[in-house]
């Protein structure tokens, strides 16, 4: 796969990360949610950058959207830990499960990759699919390559927030942040690649004594947990989502969403 990127000097370096979380800061949010950040965590980030992009699984999918199959928009590669050290992973970022799952006494089990390729990658609003499972979670992103606005909103409206993550930065999402805020990259005018390598744990493979509280299932729901058909889940959630966005824009026309969402897509 060809993408064309330009790192920093620093990023050059041999991976490595901090494993004290030196200067993390914690962002407390509403109802239980909380986000903790830490810029450039990880030091090498291009090295880390440069190893993915020519090495990992990368998929290129389709969704259907009303009548329609569109591209999802944006790479996607997904490890797992199923006993062993998943093939293909770089060491470093065992390194940053094994810190992540010490400081936050959370088995991470999938390691899953968004490769934004342009300002035209994007992904829409959602909550991750583990709020079904659990009340609190706990989502880590590092993220490599150039940065990229996240933004996040309360569910049910409110101020957005926004951090641009790049170069190394550790963003964790955590408390009810998957139940009670939604989180999106924008599609942006210009871009260069970015790369999000995110952490997430499923709930059957917590350890006894994993201080996350269960949520309240619906009967209707069938049983989930953090595996490659979740991913594919959530991707359909996603574009149900970016749809249903793009359909009350227009006032629930879906004729007129499916327009917004080409004109979107072209205005980048
Ligand atoms: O790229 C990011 O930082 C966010 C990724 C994300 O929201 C997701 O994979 O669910």
Same mark, same amino acid.
């Given at each position: ?15 490595? &990360? ?50 329609? &199959? ?21 060491? &470093? ?36 699919? &583990? ?13 490599? @390559? ?27 999402? @955590? ?75 227009? @006032? ?17």
């Amino acid at each position: 796969m060809s993408v064309t990127w330009q790192g920093e000097l620093f990023g050059a370096t041999e991976p490595h &990360i901090d494993p004290t979380f030196a200067g993390i800061e914690r962002i407390t949010l509403t109802d239980g949610a909380w986000l903790d950040h830490l810029p450039g965590w990880l030091a090498g980030s291009d090295v880390v950058m440069d190893e993915l992009v020519r090495t990992a699984p990368w998929k290129s999918s389709t969704r259907p959207m009303y009548d329609r &199959i569109v591209a999802v928009p944006r790479l996607t590669a997904w490890w797992t830990w199923e006993g062993e050290q998943p093939a293909g992973l770089p060491p &470093i970022l065992e390194e940053v499960r094994d810190a992540l799952t010490r400081r936050y006494e959370t088995a991470f089990t999938s390691c899953g990759c968004n490769l934004y390729r342009d300002g035209n990658d994007s992904v829409a609003w959602h909550g991750d699919r &583990i709020k079904r499972e659990l009340v609190e979670a706990h989502v880590a992103i590092v993220s490599v @390559g150039e940065p990229r606005t996240l933004r996040l909103r309360p569910v049910g409206g409110g101020t957005s927030l926004a951090f641009k993550l790049g170069h190394g930065d550790l963003f964790v999402m @955590g408390g009810t942040c998957q139940r009670t805020w939604q989180h999106c990259v924008p599609k942006a005018a210009r871009a260069a690649p970015r790369l999000s390598i995110t952490f997430r744990h499923g709930m059957r493979d917590q350890p006894s004594g994993y201080r996350s509280v269960m949520a309240e299932r619906d009967p209707h729901q069938e049983p989930e947990n953090s595996t490659v058909d979740d991913w594919h889940g959530q991707e359909v959630d996603r574009m149900k989502e970016q749809a249903d966005d793009a359909m009350a824009d227009a @006032g629930g026309d879906a004729a007129e969403a499916e327009q917004q969402f080409d004109r979107e897509k072209k205005s980048g």
